[in-house]
């Protein structure tokens, strides 16, 4: 026989304590790698999705914008509430439902921003009020905070207003041209084609007097609105 035998028992083979040793290597390791794979697990969470409330409180961009809008820094306030209007753990955590509990922080920073005339809070909660976050859907409110960002000179909603947000085409038309008297010598031959094509959209929908009469409000608004006229800084 090619297997030797011990007793009334077959010797084991090579093979059979190979066998053997693997079931041994298995039953020792396994519990020890299933720890191994959980500890990973959670580590892999928890990078990926910190406290929330450390992410608040020690994140260094908010202490330091906590700190300027606590000085009154208009800027700041807006940077802060955007921040919480879009990052906030401590908004994403309130009860489904309270929107406007939500959004009462981002307002209160954004009105505070405005009582100092600064234009791109006025251009953000007027993008509240246009999208209803926080507060009720309102297109009137949005378009009331837009003009009054526009007459202070913000070029950039000056645009908006005059590419169809402001119902009046004659107004429009007006904001349009205010926007064009805003860029830059070097920008105007690149312009130059869009606002043109913008222009001839809105004057389609004006009859010849009101379109007169848009030209008329557009110089108008040049004197009195535009950013050279009334030396104010571009904030947007």
């Not at 959670?42 to 992410?55: E, M, N």
């Not at 209803?132 to 913000?154: D, I, R």
């Not at 000056?158 to 920008?187: H, R």
């Amino acid at each position: 026989m090619n297997n030797k035998t011990i007793g009334n028992r077959r010797a084991p083979s090579f093979r059979d304590l190979i066998a053997e040793s693997r079931k041994i290597l298995i039953y020792a390791t396994g519990p020890f790698l299933i720890i191994i794979f959980f500890i990973t697990m959670l580590t892999l969470f928890f990078i990926r999705h910190p406290s929330r409330s450390t992410q608040n409180q020690y994140h260094p961009l908010v202490s330091s914008l906590k700190k300027s809008a606590n000085q009154g820094n208009p800027q700041a306030l807006v940077k802060l509430g955007n921040y919480y209007a879009n990052n906030s753990g401590e908004i994403r955590t309130t009860p489904a439902g309270s929107i406007a509990h939500q959004y009462s922080k981002v307002i209160v920073l954004y009105k505070e921003a405005i009582r100092k005339n600064y234009t791109p809070a006025m251009v953000a909660l007027g993008w509240l009020y246009d999208q209803g976050y926080g507060v009720t859907k309102n297109k009137k409110s949005a378009l009331y905070w837009f003009t009054n960002a526009a007459k202070l000179g913000n070029h950039g909603i000056q645009d908006i207003l005059g590419q169809g947000y402001e119902p009046n085409p004659v107004k429009g038309y007006a904001w349009l041209m205010t926007a064009k008297s805003n860029i830059s010598p070097s920008g105007r031959d690149f312009y130059n084609d869009f606002y043109r094509n913008q222009a001839c959209l809105l004057r389609r929908r004006m009859t010849t007097n009101q379109y007169e009469q848009a030209i008329r409000l557009a110089k108008l608004y040049i004197q009195k609105y535009s950013i050279k006229t009334r030396h104010l800084k571009l904030r947007y």
